[in-house]
C-alpha cells in the first residue's frame, strides 16, 4: 500500500482487546525505525497511533502488537511505500474503468510500467448510520495489472483516477497511494454528510428519484466516513449527472458545502494530519444529448463552479477543474452520458493539481475565462476580451447568446450572437436580434454545445473556454 508522507503522519489504526495496548512498529530492511503505543478505547475497540512523518520511499514494513495476557496478537504489514494519498469518488464516469475508455488495450498494456502508483477500490455499500469502517472492499491494497485496473464494466479500476494518478507519478517521480469509493447514478446529497445538508435547507429526510442509492448521507455514512481516519493529499471528484435532476439549483450550495465538510471531517478523523483545505479536484459534466433544448446539464455546470465560472474561487478555496464540455462521444456504447475519452479528462485534472495542490508556478491549467465584455449598442457588437491569448479554432454563429431586455424584471430572449472577429484576446460578436439593450451574455450554455476537441475557443495549451454566464452587461 501507499501511506501518506511527510509533511503529514501517517496514520495507522485498527481493533484490538478493550483496554490493552497496542505497539506499532515501522521497519525497513528489518531494522526498527519507530515505535508508537496506543490503548484500545473501551467503548470502539479501535486504536490509533500517529506515525512520525516520513520522506517518500520504501519498502517499509508495519507491526502491530497486543499486549494482552490472554491472548497477545501481532499482525504485519509488508511493502509499504510513502507517498501521496489521493481519494477518487462520485458518480458512474468515475466508476468506469480502464477496460472501457479509447485505447483500453494500450493503457491496460502499460499497468506494469507503473508499480509504485498503488490502487485500493471501496464496495458498493450504504447505510443509514455512519460506519467505523468499510463493510466490503472490492480491491485491497495492490500493485496494478491489467486485470485490477479493467476487472468490468463500472466496477474496478477508474480509469480517471488510475490516469490522474499515473500523471501525477510521471510528475512527482514518488509513490501514489489511490483510494476509489464511487458509485453511478448517485446524487450529491447521498455522499453528504446531514450537517452538510443542513447547511443548504435540506433535511436527512426524504428521498431523491434514482435508481442507484439515493437517500441523503447513505454513501457518506458507509463509503467516506469509514476512511476519515487516513491520512490524504486530496480528493478528485465527477459527479454531478444525476443533480441535473435532482435539486439542480441548490448544487451551487451542496457542492461548496460537501467540500467544507469533508475537508473539516478528514482533518478531524487524520487526528490533524491531513490538511484543513485539502486540496479538492473535479470534472466539470461533459455531455449528454446532442438534441436537447433545456438547460439542465448547463445549470449544474455552472453550479459546479458556485455560479462564479472558474475554481479556484472565494466559495471554492483550493480547488481545481477539469472542463470537459468538449469531450462529447455521441456513440460511447455505454451511452453518451459516458464518454470514453478519460485520457483528456485526466490530464486536465492533474494540471490542475500540479497548480494548485503542488504549487508548480506558471503552470496554465485553465482555459481562457472573460475579464471584460463592453457592448457597443451603436453598431450592435459585443466586445469579449479574455485574460489568456485565445486559439480559435472556428468562428460559430450560436454558442454566444446574448438577452435581450429592457427591464431587468422581463423574462430572457436569447438570441444568438455570432462570431464576427477575434483577435489574441478579443472576440467580437454581432448582436443584431438586440433591439433592446443587450443584458446579459452567455458562452457554450447547450448540452452539448460542440463536437470532439472543436469547441470554438482554447488557448494555445488546448484547454478548452469554460461556459459562462454573465448578468449584468452595461
Known amino acids: 500500500m501507499v501511506l501518506q508522507k511527510k509533511p503529514a503522519g501517517a496514520v495507522v489504526w485498527g481493533y484490538g482487546e478493550a483496554g490493552v495496548n497496542v505497539t506499532v512498529s515501522l521497519s525497513k530492511d528489518g531494522k526498527v525505525i519507530m515505535k508508537k503505543m496506543a490503548q484500545v478505547k473501551e467503548h470502539s475497540e479501535t486504536w490509533k497511533v500517529v506515525l512520525a512523518p516520513m520522506d517518500h520511499g520504501g519498502p517499509y514494513s508495519v507491526m502491530a502488537e497486543q499486549h494482552s495476557r490472554e491472548e497477545p496478537k501481532n499482525l504485519t504489514l509488508r511493502d509499504i511505500y510513502f507517498g501521496d494519498v489521493w481519494l477518487c469518488s462520485g458518480q458512474s464516469n468515475m466508476e468506469m474503468t480502464v477496460s472501457q475508455i479509447i485505447n483500453a488495450s494500450v493503457e491496460l498494456s502499460k499497468a506494469p510500467l507503473y508499480p ?9 455499500i450504504q447505510s443509514e448510520v455512519e ?9 485491497e491494497w495492490s500493485i496494478p495489472t491489467a486485470e485490477n ?59 431523491y428519484p434514482a ?53 473539516r471531517a478528514f482533518h478531524a ?31 449544474l455546470r455552472w453550479h459546479q463552479t458556485a455560479d462564479y465560472g472558474y475554481a479556484p474561487n472565494k466559495r471554492m478555496p483550493n480547488t481545481f477543474m477539469a472542463v470537459a464540455l468538449d469531450l462529447c462521444d455521441e456513440h460511447s456504447p455505454y451511452g453518451s452520458i459516458h464518454p470514453r475519452d478519460k485520457q483528456n479528462v485526466a490530464y486536465r485534472l492533474h494540471l490542475g493539481a500540479r497548480a494548485v495542490a503542488y504549487g508548480e508556478k506558471g503552470l496554465v491549467f485553465q482555459g481562457p475565462y ?35 431586455s429592457r427591464r431587468a424584471q422581463e423574462p430572457c430572449q436569447w438570441v444568438p450572437a455570432p462570431m464576427v472577429s477575434a483577435s489574441s484576446h478579443t472576440v467580437t460578436l ?27 475557443l482554447y488557448n494555445k495549451h488546448l484547454l478548452p473556454a469554460p461556459p459562462f454566464v454573465i448578468d449584468s452587461l452595461h
Not at 116 to 124: E, P, Q, T
Open 370 to 404: 472573460p475579464t471584460k465584455v463592453v457592448v457597443d449598442g451603436a453598431r450592435a457588437l459585443v466586445n469579449v476580451t479574455y485574460g489568456q491569448e485565445l486559439l480559435l479554432l472556428l468562428m460559430h454563429d450560436r454558442v454566444f447568446e446574448v438577452c435581450c
Open 149 to 207: 485496473l479493467g476487472h468490468g464494466s463500472f466496477s474496478y479500476f477508474s480509469a480517471v483516477c488510475w490516469l490522474f494518478g499515473r500523471h501525477l507519478y510521471e510528475t512527482l517521480r514518488y509513490p501514489v497511494g489511490l483510494v476509489e469509493s464511487s458509485w453511478g447514478g448517485t446524487c450529491i446529497e447521498a455522499w453528504s454528510s446531514g450537517r452538510a445538508l443542513q447547511e443548504c435547507g435540506l433535511t436527512a429526510e426524504g428521498s
Open 269 to 299: 478523523g487524520s487526528d490533524g494530519q491531513t490538511q484543513p483545505l485539502f486540496p479538492f479536484g473535479f470534472v466539470q459534466l461533459s455531455t449528454f444529448r446532442r438534441q436537447r433544448r433545456d438547460d439542465r446539464f448547463p445549470r
Open 430 to 456: 454581432s448582436s443584431p436580434g438586440c433591439r433592446a439593450a443587450v443584458s446579459r451574455l452567455r458562452y457554450a450554455w447547450a448540452d452539448w454545445p460542440c463536437e470532439y476537441r472543436m469547441c470554438p
Open 116 to 124: 509504485y502508483v498503488r490502487v485500493f477500490a471501496a464496495s458498493l
Open 211 to 263: 435508481p442507484a442509492p439515493a437517500m441523503p448521507s447513505v454513501l457518506w455514512d458507509a463509503m467516506i466516513h469509514p476512511l476519515l481516519n487516513m491520512s490524504l493529499t486530496g480528493v478528485i471528484w465527477y459527479q454531478g449527472e444525476s443533480n441535473a435532476f435532482t435539486n439542480t439549483d441548490l448544487y451551487n450550495c451542496t457542492f461548496p458545502a460537501l467540500i467544507a465538510d469533508w475537508r
Open 131 to 139: 460506519l467505523q469502517d468499510l463493510a466490503k472492499i472490492d480491491l
